[in-house]
């Protein structure tokens, strides 16, 4: 179970560089900004094999995830609906929203 935002975003590059296929479909950038104390922003490029992840903010990205640090916490964590997150605005999504769906094999 992941206890900080850090540990998500490092369990992720963990598991894109251990298989550098994943995401492959995806073909765009996707922007975290993770609000809150144990928050901050992480982009990740899938228009690269393996997909790098890199702290701060990318000029142009394909899509865009804002929310709270202990809501990413609970919905990694599976103790929030990322769907239930979305419709009540906790979960806001920018630009290409197929993108995000496509997240869920590598959060």
């Not at 369990?11 to 765009?28: E, H, V």
């Not at 094999?49 to 916490?73: L, R, V, W």
């Not at 103790?79 to 979960?91: D, Q, R, V, Y």
Request: hydrophobic share 40%.
């Amino acid at each position: 179970m992941a206890e900080t935002v850090v540990d998500i975003i490092e369990g992720m590059r963990k598991k894109l560089a251990a298989n550098p296929g994943l995401g492959a479909d995806i073909k765009g950038t996707i922007q975290f900004a993770i609000t809150g104390e144990g928050g901050g922003s992480w982009w990740i490029d899938f228009t690269r094999s393996p997909a790098p992840i890199n702290q701060g903010s990318n000029d142009k990205p394909a899509c865009t995830i804002t929310m709270a640090d202990s809501d990413f916490i609970a919905m990694v964590n599976k103790e929030a609906n990322p769907m239930t997150l979305f419709m009540t605005g906790k979960l806001k999504v920018g630009g290409d929203m197929s993108l995000s769906m496509k997240l869920q094999s590598i959060i």
